[in-house]
C-alpha cells in the first residue's frame, strides 16, 4: 500500500457519516464503514449525498444483499485480540437498515454528510 493510499484509508477511518431522514432519527458512524455502506447499496460513496424516496427501496435491498454476502472477519485477519469478537458487517449495518426501513416507509428521502 502506498503512502497517499495510507494516509486516504487513515482518513476514511477517522471520519464520522451521519445519515438523515425525516423518518427516523440521525445515524452516525464511523467513515470506514459508512462508505462500505454505501458502496453496498450502490452509491459511489460521495459526500454528502442523498438517495430520492422513490431509490431507497432499491438501496435497501441492494444494502441487505450485500450484508447478506459478506464474508465474516476472522479476529486474527481484522488485527483484535484472540478473545475479542469483531463486529460483524450485519451488526454495523443494522442501525442504517433500520433508517432506511423508515424512510421506505415514510416515503422519505435519505441523506448523508461529515
Known amino acids: 500500500m502506498s503512502q497517499s ?3 486516504k484509508t487513515f482518513k476514511d477511518a477517522i ?11 440521525d445515524i452516525t458512524m464511523f467513515g470506514d464503514v ?11 460513496a460521495t459526500v454528502p449525498g442523498a438517495i430520492l424516496a422513490a431509490d431507497v427501496p432499491a438501496a435497501l435491498e441492494r444494502l441487505r444483499a ?4 459478506a464474508v465474516p472477519e476472522s479476529g486474527d485477519a481484522a488485527g483484535n485480540d484472540a478473545d475479542e469478537q469483531p463486529v460483524s ?7 442504517l437498515i433500520q433508517l432506511l426501513e423508515a424512510a421506505v416507509a ?5 441523506m448523508w454528510d461529515q
Open 106 to 110: 415514510a416515503k422519505s428521502d435519505v
Open 89 to 95: 458487517l450485519a451488526h454495523r449495518a443494522l442501525p
Open 34 to 44: 459508512a462508505l462500505n455502506l454505501l458502496k453496498l447499496m450502490g452509491h459511489s
Open 15 to 25: 471520519m464520522l457519516i451521519t445519515f438523515h431522514t425525516d423518518a427516523y432519527a
Open 66 to 69: 450485500g450484508v447478506a454476502a
Open 5 to 7: 493510499q495510507v494516509k
